[in-house]
């Protein structure tokens, strides 16, 4: 099993670009989620997916676009990057167990928008 | 709004030694609880759930206050690939995904020889 991949590892955007960043699981898991990570703050949740056509905000979804078209794949959008989104992104993919979600982080996409 | 607290140190440790650092939450109808270890520049893996009668793996061991809303976690014998940043997680949500999901921002381990 690859788990979760995540595409690409690094990118770098201008004011005003759009781009897709690529997620991938491969353990049939229902539960699908983006976060982001800024330095001095937790983990954000940006959009998560409970399955195949189903997909909802968190808690910090302004600017970004998901889609579930299929259990394995989550994309997400930037509909036009702007320098607070540099960030590192994180994609998660879940299951339960006895009730509760462990989450599988893929390795991450490091962006930087100049 | 939900809440996770952690002491975001560093821990400066010497290996062999002990150590242990807590968790508070603010939601009393938290429902799961996580421990999480993140190296410099990965991302996070699970390093144990947390049960309400507390857990052990190996070294590690988990324990859950639900009157005092506090999580801990203690490393025995510690190594120096311990260090590492520790995340606490909380799920608020029975039952709940991701959207019921709240970390702390993480306590930094550092193991010295």
């Known amino acids: 099993n690859a788990g979760v991949t995540q595409t690409p590892k690094f990118q770098v955007l201008k004011t005003g670009q759009s781009m897709t960043l690529q997620c991938a699981q491969d353990?049939?898991?229902?539960?699908m989620s983006w976060y982001r990570q800024d330095p001095g703050m937790g983990l954000r949740l940006i959009h998560y997916s409970v399955g195949a056509g189903i997909t909802d905000q968190g808690e910090v979804p302004n600017g970004y676009n998901v889609s579930r078209s299929t259990t394995e794949d989550f994309p997400l959008r930037l509909l036009s990057a702007a320098p607070s989104q540099t960030s590192v992104y994180f994609c998660?993919?879940?299951?339960?167990?006895?009730?509760?979600?462990?989450?599988?982080f893929g390795p991450g996409t490091r962006l930087t928008v100049t | 709004r939900k809440e996770v607290e952690q002491d975001p140190g560093p821990f400066n440790v010497p290996e062999g030694a002990t150590v242990a650092f807590n968790c508070t939450y603010s939601n009393s109808a938290s429902q799961s609880f996580f421990w999480y270890r993140q190296d410099c520049r990965k991302e996070p893996k699970l390093l144990m759930s947390v049960y309400s009668s507390g857990n052990e793996d190996g070294r590690f061991t988990a324990q859950l206050n639900r009157a005092s809303q506090y999580i801990s976690l203690l490393i025995r014998d510690s190594k120096l690939s311990d260090s590492a940043t520790y995340l606490c997680?909380?799920?608020?949500?029975?039952?709940?995904?991701?959207?019921?999901?709240?970390f702390g921002k993480g306590t930094h381990l550092i193991i010295q020889p």
């Open positions: 353990m049939n898991h229902e539960y």
């Open positions: 997680v909380v799920n608020g949500v029975t039952g709940g995904g991701a959207d019921g999901l709240t």
């Open positions: 998660a993919s879940s299951y339960s167990v006895r009730g509760s979600y462990e989450q599988y």
